[in-house]
């Protein structure tokens, strides 16, 4: 087994590929632990590469022979390759190599799960499959022969032949080799149509283990919703006769974009209202949506090298957003996109994990798909589309699909099209893509004979690599209310471009109060002296559903650091905000579950650090959890009359409204645990026909110490469900007590169905304790050496899901210098275990640095 030495790579250093593809035709000879692979490429010299030696990757396979125009070649094979002398013109390359899927733990390239041969080649797992150009920018067309026992068959492409034993292959559009894919296994399909507005017929396939076919209805209907969408959307139509879509159990990521075979995570796309919450469904539903949208964006264009992943992740996030908007609501689905920005994203940003949305240098690329380069990457096409405007942004992605398809594209070549579609100079634009960090606009006014006057200054901060940051091009939209709540100014999309600018509205009767950034309108931060009642004022009048929303969490967020400071009791102003929201049933009942939710304990510890304060994890949920009993017992007579109004009476759906309702009734059964000794919250565990009022039931009861009995029953019920049984795993470490929360975990890892070396399994132990933030960062440090511990024991069987979970330590800064101590010492213990893997050395050595 070779294993590359660590080493940097970087943006400048990059160089067009020496040979290009015109052909490759691969036959694979299925043996768990000796697959035979035979690969005929037809290379031809790039007229426009620089003079370089002939190299093709390969990892960890054994070479069998090779050959070029048919003569025996003794290729000089290297940790990450080979390089061979080859003819100056165009030749073809045979080689057989040996492979060993049974013992692919790592789950990149060729590997097995469940006695099924399944592949995952993004970024660079082709390597492991055979000796290739595994880079973006080699783009060929690939014939597939697939010989084995196993019933079905499958590679990209539409189907060319097949017989007892063995079947082939043809996708006539040009690939890179991450596109590549492969399944062999005993699985059905839930089978449909679909006919495209081209008229072209294509069979749709969801294949699956038996057992699982009663669960695929409606990852079907979510994958025609989204062949109507982009038609009618971005008038781009589906090209081939078939597309499959397979759900496996152990798999790295959430789905993979493979052309004509889409390899998804079996917990993203299989769905049945028993099993699944409502939350499940439309992240399956943007799953299947942005992998679908991937055969635009991604495959038709692909990248030039990694460096430009959010060329297509960005852009395809961006798509399955305005998807899920359009089809749920746009407003909803803004104000949780924000969350994930603010949650996740801003917390990256202010970490040492910072990198810009196009990094310019990586040790491993799978390090690097991140909340930045997929969400802040979605919030870039966001801000272009306002800036140029709907009929600009759909002229400019018209210019970049014409022509660009069928090429490896850059950034560059993205912003030109929206430079000659719409005439903006996007250079200033552009430095989004090269800064890292999260810019931070601070807010003043004044108001004098009618002018209203707003001054914003822009910094961003210094991140790592970045001391210093330039000014940003930065879309704000403003709207302007008086006193009475009605709006002066509507929405007004105001340009950004300097450190500091003023904007000025004349003709108006008194000093208004400002909406600003509405919808959430740029990813940036805005400081601005806000008395509270002043966003009292803006949860109740605001015209804008975000800033409304954005208004009242702004108001919580107060109320609580108040309380953590005085140890006091809920403010009475902001409940009856809350009341009034509660109440108001002109609201549809998802806006109101958001806006009678309170700060999450990491918002809470992110907005102390923010005031240069260290945060208590323990003062915060414990705060947290006062504040919620004194709220249930504020709303305690308001709460049955909504109940009632909320109750579904039609057969399960899930959709916004019914998906809206189940929200609001949850989030009230957990305030009113508080006073009726978990006697709904148990009622509604025993009756609840669908997972989403069933989950929230145990989750409630769990929390509040009365959930053993549940718990045991939920594992009576669902112990068959590999799925399910995740959920089980994580409910029980995310509702524990701060105090118990590793006892728990470390109980679970004892338990019989724990199955580490599954990622799912894994994540929903580990990565629910690291979600736990007073659980995880007791001050014991217990959390950190349970996590650390398993880590490392991870590591040398899966690398690529180690590194990302330890991505869990990534807010040691905000912490105490004990806490600190402790975080570093379990990351420095990682970092010294021989052997440790390049994806999670690199990790920790950025953590820690
Ligand atoms: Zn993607």
């Known amino acids: 087994m070779n294993i590359a030495a660590p080493q940097t790579i970087y943006l400048s250093d990059y160089m067009a590929p020496g040979w290009l593809v015109e052909s490759v035709h691969l036959t694979f000879k299925l043996v768990p632990e000796s697959t035979r692979v035979i690969s005929r490429i037809a290379f031809t010299p790039n007229p426009d590469a620089p003079p370089q030696p002939f190299m093709l990757h390969g990892e960890e396979l054994k070479l ?63 390597r492991k499959i055979t000796y290739y150009p595994d880079r973006p920018d080699v783009m060929g067309v690939f014939t597939v022969r697939i010989e084995s026992d196993l019933p079905v068959l499958l590679s990209n492409g539409n189907p060319a032949a097949a017989g007892a034993g063995w079947a082939e292959w043809h996708d006539p559009w040009p690939k890179p080799a991450y596109l590549f894919a492969l399944v062999a296994g005993d699985l059905v399909a839930h089978n449909d149509s679909f006919t495209t507005m081209e008229g072209r017929d294509v069979d749709l396939n969801i294949w699956v283990r038996a057992a699982d076919l009663d669960k695929c209805a409606f990852g079907m209907g979510a994958l025609k919703r989204s062949m109507v969408w982009d038609e009618q959307v971005y008038g781009r139509a589906y090209d081939l006769d078939v597309f499959n879509i397979v759900a496996v159990d152990d798999f790295n990521m959430g789905a993979m974009e493979n052309k004509g075979l889409n390899i998804f995570n079996s917990s993203a796309v299989l769905a049945k209202q028993s099993t699944s919450t409502d939350a499940d469904f439309q992240r399956i539903e943007a799953i299947i949506a942005h992998e679908y949208f991937h055969n635009w964006t991604g495959n038709r264009i692909t990248c030039r090298d990694w460096f430009q992943l959010c060329l297509k992740e960005g852009l395809t996030v961006f798509r399955d957003q305005s998807f899920t908007g359009d089809l749920h609501g746009h407003a909803v689905k803004r104000i949780e996109d924000a969350l994930v ?253 958001l806006l009678l939710a309170m700060p999450s304990e990491a918002d809470l510890a992110i907005a102390l650090a923010g005031q ?56 009230l059964l957990a305030l009113l645990i508080w006073s009726d000794n978990g006697n709904a919250a148990q009622a509604q565990f025993d009756s609840a026909d669908n997972m989403t009022q069933q989950l929230a039931a145990l989750s409630i009861l769990l929390a509040h110490g009365a959930g053993d009995t549940a718990a045991q029953a939920f594992y009576d019920q669902w112990h068959h469900d590999r799925l399910v049984l995740n959920k089980w795993f994580a409910v029980q470490i995310s509702a524990a007590q701060p105090q118990d929360a590793v006892a728990v975990a470390t109980h679970l890892t004892q338990h019989p169905n724990f199955e580490w070396k599954n990622p799912n399994r894994f994540r929903s132990v580990i990565g629910a304790l690291t979600g736990n933030q007073a659980g995880f960062h007791h001050a014991d440090g217990a959390g950190y050496d349970f996590v650390a511990d398993w880590l490392i024991k991870l590591d040398p069987v899966n690398p690529q899901t180690t590194a990302r979970m330890v991505a869990g330590f990534d807010s040691m800064r905000r912490w105490d210098d004990a806490r600190r101590a402790k975080m570093h010492s379990a990351l420095t213990r990682i970092k010294d275990t021989p052997g440790l893997s390049r994806d999670t050395s690199e990790m920790v050595t950025r953590l820690l640095s």
């Open 64 to 126: 069998i022979s090779a050959a070029i125009d048919g003569v025996a070649v003794s290729p000089d094979l290297t940790a990450t390759g080979l390089t061979c002398a080859v003819p100056d013109g165009a030749f073809i390359w045979e080689a057989e190599v040996e492979i060993a899927p049974a013992k692919n733990t790592a789950l990149e390239g060729l590997y097995m799960s469940n006695g099924m041969y399944c592949t995952q080649c993004e970024a660079e797992g082709f």
């Open 341 to 593: 920005m603010r949650n996740r994203q801003f917390q990256e940003d202010a970490g040492p994990l910072a990198h810009p949305v196009r990094p310019e240098s990586f040790v491993e690329i799978n390090n690097f798909y991140t909340v930045t380069v997929y969400e802040k990457g979605a919030e870039l096409v966001g801000m272009l589309k306002r800036l140029v405007g709907d009929d600009g942004y759909r002229a400019a992605l018209d210019l970049y699909f014409t022509r660009h398809d069928g090429q490896a594209a850059t950034i560059e070549d993205w912003l030109t099209a929206f430079t000659e579609a719409t005439g903006r100079d996007l250079t200033q634009f552009k430095r989004w893509y090269a800064q890292a960090g999260t810019p931070r606009l601070t807010v003043t006014d004044d108001f004098k004979n009618g002018t209203y006057r707003l001054h914003i200054a822009q910094q961003t901060l210094a991140t790592p690599g970045q001391p210093d940051k330039l000014p940003l091009h930065i879309p704000v939209a403003v709207g302007l209310l008086d006193i009475t709540g009605a709006e002066v100014v509507p929405t007004t999309l105001l340009e950004l471009t300097e450190a500091q600018q003023t904007f000025t509205f004349d003709g108006l009767a008194s000093k208004p109060v400002p909406s600003i950034l509405r919808n959430f309108s740029a990813p940036v931060i805005v400081e601005r002296d806000v008395t509270q009642a002043e966003q009292a004022f803006l949860l109740t009048h605001d015209t804008d559903p975000f800033n409304r929303w954005d208004a009242g969490r702004s108001l919580g967020q107060a109320v609580l650091l108040d309380m953590i400071a005085s140890g006091g009791d809920l403010d009475a102003a902001y409940i009856d905000g809350l009341r009034a929201a509660l109440t108001d049933s002109t609201l549809d009942p998802a806006m109101r579950a």
């Open 612 to 667: 240069g304060q260290i945060p208590d994890p323990d003062a915060i949920h414990q705060t947290r959890r006062k504040a919620h009993r004194q709220l249930a017992m504020a709303l305690a007579n308001d709460i049955p009359p909504v109940l009632a109004s909320v109750q579904i009476d039609a057969p399960f759906a899930p959709d916004a409204d019914q998906g809206g309702r189940r929200a609001l009734s949850n989030s």
